[in-house]
């Protein structure tokens, strides 16, 4: 599948909706090792990595870092879901992964996004976990 470009319209909509009904229900807490670069400004040309431990993962994200785009990279299955949800997808940034045919144009993309100072967003478990137990 052809990764097409972010949709800024739709991304700022999704955050403007999304983040303030998540802040009812969630409130996000950072912690920090080193007190003394404690900011939630990431470097320019970052990956962010976390684990991936329920659905609302990405949605923190899009209220703990509102002001910054972070691509993720998204499987496959996801992009399957129908034509409409694909285009959602790409739309608020999603970077498309086929774990099955041994397709490394995601990597392509992320050195891109990468290169231009963007941040993209892994989450090495790959998937959720099922009834708890991953």
């Given at each position: 599948m052809k990764q097409k470009n972010?949709?800024?319209?739709l991304l700022w909509f999704v955050k403007l909706t999304g983040v303030?009904?998540?802040?009812?229900?969630?409130k996000p807490k950072i912690y920090y090792v080193d007190k003394k670069i404690q900011s939630r400004r990431l470097p320019k040309g970052c990956i962010l990595m976390?684990?991936?431990k329920s659905l609302m993962d990405f949605v923190?994200?899009?209220c703990i870092f509102f002001g910054r785009t972070i691509r993720f990279l998204m499987a496959e299955v996801l992009f399957n879901k129908g034509k409409l949800f694909?285009?959602?997808l790409f739309g608020?940034?999603?970077?498309?992964?086929n774990?099955?045919?041994?397709?490394?144009?995601?990597?392509?993309e992320s050195i891109k996004v990468l290169d231009k100072g963007g941040t993209v967003g892994i989450f090495p478990e790959a998937r959720l976990p099922v009834g708890g137990k991953g």
């Open positions: 972010v949709n800024l319209l303030p009904m998540a802040l009812l229900f969630f976390s684990n991936h923190l994200y899009l694909a285009s959602f608020i940034g999603g970077i498309y992964v774990r099955d045919n041994y397709d490394f144009s995601f990597m392509q």
